[in-house]
């Protein structure tokens, strides 16, 4: 598994994106090829929602592959509040990165999407035929709706003109370079952060929002990286494919995990006036791991890795402030 498929080979990759969680994940690991060289360019240098100056990117630094990492991300609360930006950017970013990838000769592209670009109800674990056959959770409708857009968008570039423009649908990452901030995070990072200050501060219970009993899978960082190049390597992937490890468990039992793992030894409470939002959310990874690859983080390995980060990054203060 895991081994690099036969491909056309990458000579200069945009990571857009990269000092997200995953974009700075992606360039840890291609850092190590000193085959591919690395372009990247900070919002300060090129605001990928703008399309004038993405284009320009484009045309003075003639990547030959992309990997769209770039994107409005954040979780349950953040999504909920602040749909116009979470529609109205992430179209802007997807529209900008692939038309300017095709006008430019790109060879090669992949866009990341999310695994809530499926229907609230759809049959678990998720096929990825399950796409546009139902109703979307209202909690990430605005931001689903943004990145069926650009996953859309990749698959008819695909079709009408012939170039390898092609999706990952991410199930819920984690990692170095995580969002900890207490309102807009997704619920792993806010659960490490909360868990760690209820230690520190000798708190007797930790309050974790919703019932606690919706289900979520979640992703090491590294590992989403290392699939992504795998993708990209591949000679015929699918127009998208789910990126997780197909298992999952309660929030409830994540939070048990999590305060183990801080060494917090309170009680864990729940908060039903916060939304839970989809009821449960696992990838069917059969088309991934016919593709030769599979994650090799597990969540006990991955959850002591994200404490270590989270603790050097809140001790050299560069926890993200939004
Ligand atoms: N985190 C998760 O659980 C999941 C993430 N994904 C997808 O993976 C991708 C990466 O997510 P993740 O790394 O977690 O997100 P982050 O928020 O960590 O990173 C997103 C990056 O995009 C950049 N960005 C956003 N808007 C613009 C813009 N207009 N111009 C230039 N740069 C911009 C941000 O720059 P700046 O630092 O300046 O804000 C940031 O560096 C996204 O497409 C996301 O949808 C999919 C499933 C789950
Ligand atoms: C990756 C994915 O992430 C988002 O979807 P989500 O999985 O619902 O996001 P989440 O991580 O914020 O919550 C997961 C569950 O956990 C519960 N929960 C408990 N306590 C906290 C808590 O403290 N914070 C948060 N955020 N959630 C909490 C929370 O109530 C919910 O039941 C999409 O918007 C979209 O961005 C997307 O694609």
Redesign the pocket.
Known sequence: MNAAPSAPSIQRLFV????????DAICRRVAADPSIELLTA??EV????DPQAVDQFYADNRPDAVV??????GGIFANSQYPVEFLS??L??ALNCVESAYRHGVQRLLF????CIYPRDAPQPLVESALLSGPLETTNEA?AIA?IAGLKLCQYYRQQYGVMFHSAM?????GP???YHPENS?VLPALLRRFHEAKEEGLPSVTIWGSGSPRREFLY?DDLASAAMHLLSASDPPDWVNVGTGEDLTILELAEKIAAVVGYQGQIETDPSKPDGTPRKVTDVTQLHALGWRHEVELAQGLQQAYASFLKENAQSTLRQA
């Not at 857009?16 to 974009?23: E, I, K, L, P």
């Not at 090129?46 to 929602?49: G, P, Q, T």
């Not at 769209?68 to 991300?73: D, L, N, P, S, T």
């Not at 991410?170 to 984690?174: I, S, V």
């Open positions: 857009a994106g990269h000092r997200g969680m995953v974009g900070g919002r090129v605001d990928l929602s769209v990492a770039a994107a409005k991300v950017e992430n802007k970013i990341l999407g999310s695994t931001y990145k991410p199930t819920n990452l984690y370079g995580d969002n997704h960082v």
